[in-house]
C-alpha cells in the first residue's frame, strides 16, 4: 500500500525522468536540424540553455558554432567570450572563438587565442592548424614554412601541415621543394586533389 511518502518520491522521480526525457529529446531535435543544414532552427532549439541550466557552457559552445554556421560571426564571438568567462579554462572556446574571428580576417585576435592554448598544451594539433591559416592569412610565408615543418615532425602521419608547407614553399618560388611536400602528401591521401594538380602542373615532359 502507497503511503504519502512512497507517492510523493514516486512523484518527484516520474517529473525527474520527464525533465531528462525533455532535455534529452531538445538536444537531440537540435543535432536533427543541424544535420539537415538547419543552423538557425538548430540554434533557435537550444538557445534558452545558454543563460540556465547545468548544460549552460555546453549550450553557449553549441550556440557559438551554430552561428558561426550561419555566418553570423559577431553573435559567434559573443556566445564563446561568454563561455571563455564562465569557464576560464575552457580550450574548447578559445578554439572555437578562432573560426569567427579569422573569419572576419582578425588575424591578430584569433592568433592571440590559439597561442592561449598553446600556453598550456604546447603541441595541441588543433591550435597550431588555426595558427598556420592565420600565417597563411597574413601571407607570412617564410614563417608558416617554418612553423608547418616543426608540426609535420610532431604529426608524421597527418597531411595537414605538410599541405601548407607545400603552399607556402610555392608562394616564395620554391617550386622543387613545394613538389616534395605535395608529393609526401599524396602518399598520406592519394586522391588529395591539390597536391595532384600542382604535381601534374609543374611536370614538364621533355
Known amino acids: 500500500m502507497l503511503t504519502r511518502l512512497n507517492v510523493s518520491l514516486l512523484s518527484l522521480l516520474l517529473l525527474s525522468s520527464f525533465s531528462v526525457h525533455s ?5 537531440k531535435k537540435s543535432y536533427q536540424l543541424e544535420y539537415k543544414g538547419k543552423y538557425a532552427q538548430a540554434a533557435a532549439v537550444i538557445e534558452g540553455n545558454t543563460t ?57 585576435q584569433a592568433r592571440r587565442y590559439a597561442n592561449q592554448v ?15 591559416l592565420v600565417e597563411e592569412g597574413t601571407r607570412k610565408w617564410a614563417k ?36 616534395k611536400a605535395y608529393r609526401k602528401v599524396i602518399i598520406r591521401v592519394p586522391a588529395h586533389i591539390e597536391a595532384n594538380y600542382f604535381i601534374t602542373k609543374h611536370t614538364y615532359k621533355k
Open 144 to 179: 608558416l614554412s617554418k612553423h608547418a615543418k616543426k608540426v609535420a615532425e610532431r604529426y608524421p602521419t597527418d597531411s595537414t601541415a605538410l599541405v601548407y608547407l607545400a603552399r607556402a614553399e610555392a608562394w616564395q618560388g620554391n617550386i622543387s621543394e613545394a613538389k
Open 23 to 27: 532535455a534529452t529529446n531538445l538536444w
Open 52 to 108: 540556465r541550466g547545468r548544460n549552460k557552457e555546453y549550450a553557449l559552445l553549441r550556440f557559438a558554432y551554430l552561428n558561426y554556421m550561419q555566418g553570423k560571426y559577431s553573435d559567434s564571438i559573443r556566445a564563446y567570450k561568454q563561455a571563455i568567462n564562465l569557464n576560464p579554462r575552457t580550450i574548447d572556446a578559445r578554439l572555437g572563438i578562432t573560426l569567427p574571428l579569422m573569419a572576419q580576417k582578425r588575424w591578430r
Open 118 to 132: 598553446l600556453a598550456n598544451s604546447p603541441w595541441n594539433f588543433t591550435a597550431h592548424v588555426r595558427l598556420m
